[in-house]
T-cell receptor, first 112, second 116 residues
């Protein structure tokens, strides 16, 4: 069953713009929320991650915003670049294991 | 440092056959997880092995099985293949201690299985 819902399914942004991808989760036991980036022909790669005890985490152009009460978190990509064009997955997990529940993915296209 | 290596990268099987996929984790990593990726269902967790023991299992039928060797290399097997088993099978390795929040998951490039 889907425990992490991701939107939008696809996103087109102009170079220099802000890309925003949203995720919502159901299980309040989740305690780790990563975002993965996947290019065609490659496996997913960890982009940035957050734990529920903080509301925001920023790494370079990438920011996670986390709303524990709403059970939602989002990825913001500032100054989007054509090289950011990829599929992005949010995920959630709990405890000391690697059973990660993934969102359905968002295909981001950044137009030059 | 070598990444996660999966073999074979591509394979074609027919219904009813079985298949074995192999994964060599990053040196020093003791946990290997397997995921199935399809356009319809997305990324789904199959199972995780840590120190040769299955630590977690996803919601897949018993036709899907795996094992881990003493050198942390892992194999997964799918028996009696069905058309719906066509997918990209991804292996991910991590240190395995403390969960993903303390040990990043590193994914391989996957084995693409086509069942005819």
């Amino acid at each position: 069953q889907q425990q992490v819902k991701q939107s939008p399914q696809s996103l087109i942004v102009q170079k220099g713009g802000i890309s925003i991808i949203n995720c919502a989760y159901e299980n309040t036991a989740f305690d780790y929320f990563p975002w993965y980036q996947q290019f065609p022909g490659k496996g997913p790669a960890l982009l940035i991650a957050i734990r529920p005890d903080v509301s925001e985490k920023k790494e370079g152009r990438f920011t996670i915003s986390f709303n524990k009460s709403a059970k939602q978190f989002s990825l913001h990509i500032m100054d989007s670049q054509p090289g950011d064009s990829a599929t992005y997955f949010c995920a959630a997990s709990k405890g000391n294991n690697n059973d990660m529940r993934f969102g359905a993915g968002t295909r981001l296209t950044v137009k030059p | 440092k070598a990444g996660v290596t999966q073999t074979p990268r591509y394979l074609i099987k027919t219904r009813g056959q079985q298949v074995t996929l192999s994964c060599s984790p990053i040196s020093g990593h003791r946990s290997v997880s397997w995921y199935q990726q399809t356009p319809g269902q997305g990324l789904q967790f199959l199972f995780e092995y840590f120190s040769e023991t299955q630590r977690n299992k996803g919601n897949f039928p018993g036709r899907f099985s795996g094992r881990q060797f003493s050198n942390s290399r892992s194999e997964m097997n799918v028996s009696t293949l069905e058309l719906g088993d066509s997918a990209l099978y991804l292996c991910a390795s991590s240190l395995g201690v403390g969960g993903p929040s303390t040990g990043e998951l590193f994914f391989g490039e996957g084995s693409r299985l086509t069942v005819l």
